[in-house]
């Protein structure tokens, strides 16, 4: 859930290594740290941010060509400066970075104590740097190569690591199982890192590690095997992003930048697919598939969070338009409850960054029972993309918000040509219709950003109502019950304020005796078929005088006139409504954040990518 980065060249290293840390920030994290190799091993890290980590190598005069850099989410140990990576072996010849969760580190732990070693932190990652030493330098005829395959067999648990010795000043050597990790390929340097941001300003050639995998890395080259020693040969990728995208481009926070270019990943997404003139869904992803989507007896739809939330939106699209039965799970519950899935069922796993450790654990135990599995993601190259059968890719383009705004609705996106598709496919619904829902699915890109241009300012200023209000209910229908979900995650993950999401209809079931006049209800109420209902619901809340904030059609003056303040957005078929109705929600949360001072793109205790159990 956290940061890596090396590198190893000409370049100073503390230099590469800071900068390639704040490009993972992001990610989230609660300390940082560095190991540089200059004849010696240099160690600065600490508790805090990055930019202290830089003025700590500055002042001590950090110098080398070869290092290694972590930021911290914590698992084992509280966040301070011992807990810190890197962690070194007791010689202080070894240093290690890590990301993951070691699951048998208590055991490992007791018998090396009783061998002498003696530990300074509460982390399970000293174990890494602790065993190996003891592997290496106690073991007869023993390479440290083959001192790391043999420490790696005996941990259990996920990893990404990078290790560097004392011994072999030139080299770093990298291993992962379950959590991402990538080699950057550049002219006499190499590049280190968990994902791409860090590597892409220096280069566009990329090595993806697969789990079992581990390389040895110079500066000129790089030796990649599994750890049984089975040398290994590997496509060298081009990474398709740009600098450009990992930059604010003049927006305060990456959040908002991302809300604004949801008409372009939208439009990007659909970008080859949808065809309005010819009336057809094209999705080359899932084409040799495609026959097992259409007689699939039903689809489970697996998921973490936002994607959970996509998910969703995509059980009421396929049994809609598909007329195929859906069930969506909780990637984390998945594999726990001996889930009833085989041959005839199509599992759709759904990840912005692919790398999910849930709904990658949801994915291999759905193969192994004879299901076929697609995934829907955003970052290629990711685990997910190559462990599923098939797929299809976002095209978002990089998302560096903790709380995923563009990558939501990208996800929707793509559930709904899958679904047009395989209704168009199946014949359950008719020429004429599919072209009515394709050429309104068309029109989304332009109907997003006349919201993002007239909703604004609005939403700005009504968010300086409810900033210190302590909690939010949001109410929604249909295809806009998973919108006040992912509403109310939004407004928790930024903001800090307690927000429940919940059917409309369900409120009179409990969540009514929260509602006074100090309870903030928002209400989305764009869906055509379920607005006398939502009417319904809206009188309730106010007989209990909450304050009601809806999101409407522009032309629902029923909903309007009963509401203490409303945003108006266009008009698009019920099914495609969420891809509107969520971005009012987007802003009201980020401006709601903005107030409270909250650090919007790195939310406390959050992490991008979760990559441990």
């Not at 900068?19 to 508790?47: C, F, H, P, T, W």
């Not at 911290?72 to 509280?78: F, L, P, Q, S, V």
């Not at 299901?371 to 560096?400: M, W, Y």
């Amino acid at each position: 859930m956290c940061g890596i980065v090396g590198y190893v060249g000409d370049r100073e290293a503390g230099e590469v290594l800071v900068k390639g840390l704040k490009r993972l920030e992001y990610r989230g994290y609660d300390s940082a740290g560095v190991a540089i190799m200059n004849g010696r091993m240099s160690i600065q890290k600490g508790k805090g941010k990055v930019v202290n980590l830089e003025k700590g190598i500055f002042a001590n005069g950090l110098k080398g060509h070869i290092g290694i850099g972590h930021t911290r989410w914590a698992t084992h140990g509280e966040p301070n400066d011992v807990n810190s990576h890197p962690h070194m072996s007791q010689s202080g010849n070894i240093a290690v970075v890590h990301n993951g969760i070691i699951e048998n580190y208590t055991s490992l732990k007791k018998k090396l104590i009783e061998r002498g070693r003696t530990f300074s932190s509460q982390t399970d990652t000293e174990i890494i740097a602790q065993l190996l030493e003891e592997i290496y330098t106690t073991s007869k005829d023993v390479t440290f190569e083959q001192a790391i395959q043999l420490t790696l067999k005996q941990i259990v648990g996920t990893y990404g690591l990078a290790i560097v010795n004392i011994e072999f000043p030139d080299k770093i050597f990298i291993a992962r199982k379950g959590s991402p990790l990538l080699l950057g390929v550049g002219e006499n340097e190499m590049f280190i890192a968990s994902d791409a941001s860090p590597i892409v300003e220096y280069t566009n050639k990329v090595v993806y590690l697969d789990d079992g995998e581990m390389a040895v890395v110079d500066k000129y080259s790089y030796e990649v095997k599994t750890i049984d020693d089975i040398a290994l040969t590997k496509e060298v990728h081009e990474l398709a992003i740009s600098i450009d995208a990992i930059e604010k481009a003049g927006y305060p926070h990456f959040m908002l930048k991302e809300i604004f270019e949801q008409p372009r990943s939208i439009a990007d997404c659909m970008r080859g697919r949808v065809n309005v003139k010819e009336n057809t869904i094209q999705l080359g992803g899932i084409a040799d598939v495609m026959e097992e989507l259409v007689n699939a007896k039903r689809i489970v739809i697996a998921a973490c969070g936002t994607s959970w939330h996509s998910g969703l939106v995509g059980e009421y699209l396929f049994e809609h338009l598909a007329k195929t039965p859906v069930e969506v799970e909780y990637a984390s519950e998945f594999r726990y409850r001996d889930p009833l899935i085989g041959e005839g069922d199509v599992m759709l796993v759904i990840s912005q960054s692919g790398e999910t450790a849930d709904t990658l654990a949801a994915l291999r135990e759905a193969k192994k029972r004879g299901a076929k599995v697609l995934g829907i993601c955003n970052v290629v190259g990711s685990t997910i993309s190559r462990e599923t059968d098939a797929g299809v890719f976002t095209h978002a383009g990089p998302e560096i918000g903790v709380a995923s705004t563009k990558a939501f609705t990208a996800q929707v996106v793509v559930l709904t040509m899958m679904a047009l598709a395989t209704g168009m496919k199946k014949g359950t619904i008719s020429k004429k219709e599919a072209a009515r829902y394709i050429k309104e699915l068309s029109l989304i890109p332009d109907k997003v950003d006349q919201i993002l241009k007239e909703c604004d300012e609005n939403i700005k200023k009504m968010a300086s109502l409810f900033t210190y209000a302590p909690n939010f209910l949001y109410l929604g229908r249909s295809y806009n019950f998973p919108v006040a979900l992912e509403g109310a995650l939004k407004l928790k993950e930024i903001s800090y304020i307690h927000a429940e999401g919940y059917p409309a209809a369900e409120m009179k079931h409990g969540p009514i005796a929260l509602i006074d006049e100090m309870m903030p209800v928002v209400v989305i109420a764009a869906t055509d078929h379920t607005n006398d209902k939502m009417i319904s619901n809206i009188e309730e809340v106010r007989a209990r005088k909450g304050r009601i904030i809806s999101i409407m059609n522009s032309e629902n003056s029923d909903v309007k006139d009963l509401s203490e303040f409303s945003i108006s957005i266009p008009s698009t078929v019920d099914c495609f409504s969420p891809l509107l109705t969520v971005i009012p929600l987007q802003l009201l949360s980020y401006y709601i954040a903005v107030n409270r001072g909250c650090n919007v793109d790195q939310p406390r205790n959050l992490a991008k990518s979760v990559t441990v159990e």
